[in-house]
């Protein structure tokens, strides 16, 4: 089992930034991905990046490319997004995935709201 908790959402006027943050732990020797999703009010979850546990490797959606930086710190098993030039389509619940041998967990989502 891997648990996961995010932190950092917020509510911040267009133009801003936000940084969210994801903490795993338990059964996390096998972790080789994480993700960052994100789901609005009454829109299905969608992707936003994602990033290789070894070789730092990043996915973006195109929405976010050029705007959004994840990253992690193997040390904490943590993983970063960085939102930077925020807008309020980017308004949603984003959640964190982290992908293991053997299956993937959610975080329990985090609040941003981007007001114009």
């Known amino acids: 089992q891997v648990q996961l908790v995010e932190s950092g959402g917020g509510l911040v006027q267009a133009g801003g930034s936000l940084r969210l943050s994801c903490a795993a732990s338990g059964s996390t020797s096998g972790l080789y991905r994480m993700d960052w999703f994100r789901q609005a009010p009454g829109k299905e979850r969608k992707f936003v990046a994602a990033?290789?546990?070894?070789?730092?490797?990043?996915y973006y959606a195109d929405s976010v490319k050029g705007r959004f930086t994840i990253s992690r710190d193997n040390a904490k098993n943590t993983v970063y997004l960085q939102m930077n030039s925020l807008k309020p389509e980017d308004t949603a619940v984003y959640y964190c995935?982290?992908?293991?041998?053997?299956?993937?967990?959610w975080g329990q989502g985090t609040q941003v709201t981007v007001s114009s």
């Open positions: 995935q982290a992908t293991v041998t053997g299956g993937t967990y």
């Open positions: 990033i290789t546990w070894s070789g730092g490797i990043a």
